[in-house]
């Protein structure tokens, strides 16, 4: 089945510099590759993701970059700040069937943003 | 935004005993997950469920079971706990065709 590697298991950085997670994934036929958030003692929510079909994806202050060819995707988090610290997971998904789809997660990165 | 409710918010077992954690989500979707959470481990997903009466093994499903008697209910039932079982597990919900999920609050459970 598919695996997902999470990089980076902390990282920190200063408020106001730019935060990357690295992601990398075994299957060439995953086609999908959310990002989920979850701050401290709390669940999880989605952040952002990006299709097969292009290489890069921006929401605000989120960058999303994929390249195929490595099996490799990114969060790139611009001018952080302090709300931005929490868990942060990768996934990549399969198509398991019809038009269903199964969730393979990473094992999270913790980004503290420190004033 | 999808409601994912998922109960006890708190469990303490003993080992050997049967535990039942419930899941409920009112947005009518279809597809239905259990995961669990551990440091060092991420999420891994122990079971899931397309529809009403459907259950699928997951990548760990050893040691669980689950029931999806409804649209809206998703169950995941430990018939003997082991302390190995003790984790945050996260219930989620997400539409037919569409990868987003909706994720519960979590549940703690404790095997002593």
């Known amino acids: 089945g598919e695996k997902v590697e999470q990089h980076e298991s902390t990282l920190s950085v200063r408020e106001g510099d730019s935060a990357v997670i690295n992601c990398t994934y075994t299957?060439?036929?995953?086609?999908?590759f959310p990002w989920y958030k979850q701050e401290a003692g709390k669940s999880l929510h989605f952040v952002i993701d990006?299709?097969?079909?292009?290489d890069r994806k921006q929401s605000q202050r989120l960058i999303v970059l994929l390249d195929k060819k490595a099996k490799r995707f990114s969060l790139h988090i611009t001018a952080t700040q302090p709300e931005d610290s929490a868990i942060y997971f990768c996934?990549?998904?399969?198509?398991?069937?019809?038009?269903?789809?199964?969730?393979?997660f990473g094992k999270g990165t913790l980004l503290t943003v420190t004033p | 935004e999808a409601a994912v409710t998922q109960s006890p918010r708190n469990k303490v077992a003993v080992t050997g005993g049967k535990v039942t954690l419930s899941c409920n989500q009112t947005?009518?979707?279809?597809?239905m997950y259990w995961y669990r959470q551990d440091t060092g481990h991420g999420l891994r997903l122990i079971h899931y469920?397309?529809?009403?009466?459907?259950?699928e093994k997951g990548d760990i499903p050893d040691g669980y079971k689950a029931s999806r008697p409804s649209q809206e209910n998703f169950s995941l039932i430990l018939e003997l706990a082991t302390p190995s079982q003790t984790s945050v597990y996260f219930c989620?919900?997400?539409?037919?065709?569409?990868?987003?999920?909706?994720f519960g609050s979590g549940t703690r459970l404790t095997v002593l």
């Open positions: 469920s397309y529809g009403a009466g459907s259950t």
């Open positions: 990006i299709r097969s079909n292009v």
């Open positions: 989620a919900s997400g539409r037919r065709g569409a990868e987003t999920l909706y």
């Open positions: 299957d060439t036929a995953s086609s999908y």
């Open positions: 996934a990549a998904s399969l198509n398991s069937g019809g038009s269903n789809y199964k969730l393979t």
């Open positions: 947005n009518n979707h279809n597809n």
